[in-house]
Nanobody, 117 residues
Framework: QVQLAESGGGLVQAGDSLRLSCVVTGPLDSSSAIAWWRQAPGKGRQFVASIIWSGGSTNYANSVKGRFTISRDTATNTVSLQMNSLKPEDTANYYC??????????WGQGTQVTVSS
């Protein structure tokens, strides 16, 4: 079964940067997308960014476009999210998910990102 594990969260100040990592294990279909989602207290889960495993095409939420960059390393089965110019509104628990055709059936446990003003 596909498993995902996030790491890299922490407490930073506005304007700082963080790099999140998601290690993927198991029989991941090459047509799958790996995506980062986030959920702030009292709010629903929000799409952040995604990348198709085969080919590496990406997609970003408008709120993070130009500040965040998603990438994958096929040699280590790792998906990264480089987050620059962080804002307090980026504060959330960040989850890594894997799926096909928009359905994400596998999720990691999440990593907390807190941005102070």
């Amino acid at each position: 079964q596909v498993q995902l594990a996030e790491s890299g969260g922490g407490l930073v100040q506005a304007g700082d940067s963080l790099r999140l990592s998601c290690v993927v294990t198991g029989p991941l279909d090459s047509s799958s997308a790996i995506a980062w989602w986030r959920q702030a207290p009292g709010k629903g889960r929000q799409f952040v960014a995604s990348i198709i495993w085969s080919g590496g095409s990406t997609n970003y939420a408008n709120s993070v476009k130009g500040r965040f960059t998603i990438s994958r390393d096929t040699a280590t089965n790792t998906v990264s999210l480089q987050m620059n110019s962080l804002k307090p509104e980026d504060t959330a628990n960040y989850y890594c998910g894997a799926g096909i055709n928009g359905f994400y059936g596998y999720w990691g446990q999440g990593t907390q990102v807190t941005v102070s003003s």
